[in-house]
């Protein structure tokens, strides 16, 4: 369901725009202030999924 509301294009994969479309930084802490842009914000929050990806890669209880 969720990937379903993420997946604009209904195509089975998620891309930038997909996720963009969905994903606003416009009211996060450091673009108010004028510290980070929203991409910047978007880099990082898409940054959690390729570490988290990473991690489970390198987990031997994940592993098949």
Known sequence: MAF???DK???GVLSLD???GVYNAKHHPDV???KKTEDEILGEFLETFEEHHAQM???PKLKN
Request: net charge positive; proline share 0%.
């Open 4 to 6: 379903k509301k993420l």
């Open 9 to 11: 294009t209904n195509n």
């Open 18 to 20: 997909d996720i963009r």
């Open 32 to 34: 108010k202030s004028g």
């Open 57 to 59: 890669k390198n987990d």
